[in-house]
């Protein structure tokens, strides 16, 4: 059986960071890695419910919400899948995520979603963890102004 393209990228190389992982037609999949993989550092489950809730609804009213297919969880929990249409440029999906993670740490108010109509689970949630997680991670990307693919990844 074929090996799917994520298990095709030698996760020794990769460190915390944004990847584009795939293209598929119309469709790029960026993969947002909070942690370096295999490193032992893992997003809790808390943690990572509380980005996934943050982050996709700040995307979902961004000004590419048009174009943003999908935001979760990487179910290694070192990440997030950003999936948007490739009409909008690395540059662009590099501000927005920066952005995106701004808001989730200035946001003051309740976590979006954060009721039993909203949420399959929704008591956990915590805005403190997720605003740490992602204090941390902007830090890691903060002066990028430009996405590698995993294929030069693996060229390395």
Do not use: W
Request: hydrophobic share 35%; aromatic share 8%; net charge neutral.
């Amino acid at each position: 059986m074929k090996k799917i393209k994520s298990f095709q990228v030698d996760h020794r190389k990769l460190e915390k960071g944004i990847y584009v992982s795939r293209i598929d037609t119309d469709i790029i999949t960026y993969d947002l890695r909070f942690c370096k993989p295999n490193s032992g550092i893992v997003l809790d489950n808390v943690t990572m419910h509380t980005i996934e809730h943050m982050i996709a609804t700040f995307a979902r009213n961004s000004s590419i919400k048009n174009e943003v297919l999908y935001f979760g969880p990487m179910g290694c929990q070192t990440g997030f899948y950003f999936l948007v249409r490739d009409v909008i440029t690395k540059e662009k999906v590099l501000d927005i995520v920066k952005d995106v993670l701004k808001k989730t740490i200035e946001h003051n108010g309740e976590v979006f979603g954060a009721s039993e109509i909203e949420c399959g689970n929704y008591k956990t949630l915590d805005l403190e963890r997720a605003k740490k997680a992602c204090r941390e991670y902007l830090d890691v990307i903060k002066d990028e102004t430009d996405i590698i693919t995993y294929d030069e990844v693996n060229m390395k």
